[in-house]
């Protein structure tokens, strides 16, 4: 008789569990994929560079050695297709960083132009960089000339007064975004899911109650749950690190609704994975498919600027993109639901997709 071996037991052992862990869906995403993940996106992040974006005044010169140098400086956008009323009230909010107005100098002395820069207090960060950029771009301009007296350009900064856009301003609204997105999601796919497979829902059938009125109920539960963690959220930022709230309550209010309906479109993505998933474990994988996307390129940490240009659509493309920058903009910059309307359509499309989906795959048993 063969004598027992304890190795060979325990390999045996150790073959048994290795397989049974890699045909588990969560422990394949958690090790593997979630990483390689993490290392591509993170990868990727500021493969651009930073990103200035500079206002032309339409009194500018635009035919002149200063205008065709700036053309040719990566890392600054110039734009030149708004009025101006438009540039100054986008410097006031930080959405550009300055305002150039290229003067020619009408008298015989001095300098060929003046260059007549406007940054904002909203923008300090990026206005200073390009303050830098835009001075030493007019030092190698005088350096080129001939005449060592004769300059060709004299730079004239000034800042003009606006909200300052602190780094709490940003991550807020990102981070209310991604909360509702996981509530949404990962809430309902495991609550529906446990409701089936401990037969509640079975149980509920026997009553009066219509199957709408269900799903109502457990929607309702997780809407005020939602909302009374979105209003901590929003109190300990405004209370604590001086998040902006422009228009005080009305705007809390405001941003209150908007993480109302960007949960009512999510739990359609929950719906659907309550019915592919078959067995509990799958949920984790599946939802991580719907949220760690979003999380990672929808504007949560940084903006999407950060990536690079290929990756940008995939980024304007997600639903999670929208509700941040509608968050943000009605915090920072008080804008009304008119303002951010294409927001809530690209929102009300997604949520379009997902409950059509959800009608397909959603089971009740």
């Known amino acids: 008789m063969k004598k027992y071996s304890q190795l060979t037991a325990m390999l045996a052992i150790s073959k048994a569990s290795f397989r049974s862990i890699t045909r588990s869906p969560s422990a394949v995403v958690f090790t593997l994929l979630f990483p390689l993940i993490f290392i591509l996106v993170f990868g990727f992040l500021g493969g651009n560079g930073i990103t200035l974006e500079l206002g032309i005044h339409s009194g500018s010169d635009g035919k002149n050695e200063v205008y065709d140098a700036l053309k040719n400086i990566a890392g600054i956008k110039l734009i030149e297709d708004k009025s101006d009323d438009a540039l100054y009230k986008e410097l006031e909010k930080g959405r550009i960083d300055a305002v150039l107005n290229i003067r020619m100098n009408p008298d015989a002395e001095g300098p060929r132009y003046f260059l007549d820069m406007q940054t904002s207090e909203a ?209 920072f910059e008080g804008a009304g639901f008119t303002d951010i309307s294409s927001h809530l359509l690209v929102m009300l499309l997604w949520g379009v997709i997902a409950y059509a989906m959800a009608t397909r795959f959603f089971r009740w048993e």
């Open 123 to 331: 923008s300090m960060d990026k206005g200073s960089v390009l303050q830098s950029v835009m001075e030493n771009l007019v030092n190698q301009l005088n350096l080129k000339d001939v005449k060592p007296a004769a300059k060709i350009a004299e730079l004239r900064p000034s800042r003009v007064k606006g909200r300052k856009y602190s780094m709490i301003d940003f991550i807020l609204p990102g981070q209310l975004g991604f909360s509702i997105l996981s509530t949404g999601v990962f809430g309902t796919a495991f609550v529906f899911f446990n409701l089936r497979q401990t037969l509640v829902i079975k149980r509920f059938f026997a009553t009066p109650i219509r199957k709408p009125f269900i799903l109502m109920g457990e929607a309702l539960s997780r809407l005020v749950f939602s909302m009374l963690g979105a209003i901590f959220i929003i109190a300990i930022g405004y209370f604590a690190f001086g998040f902006t709230l422009v228009h005080g309550f009305i705007t809390a209010l405001m941003m209150l609704l908007l993480a109302a309906i960007g949960l009512i479109v999510f739990m359609g993505f929950g719906f659907i994975i309550s019915g592919l998933a078959k067995n509990e474990s799958m949920i984790p994988p599946l939802a991580n498919i719907v949220t760690l996307p979003q999380f990672l390129l929808s504007g949560t940490f940084f903006p999407i600027e950060s990536f690079p240009s290929w990756l940008q659509p995939v980024c304007k493309a997600l639903p999670l993109t929208y509700l941040n920058d509608a968050l943000r903009k009605v915090a």
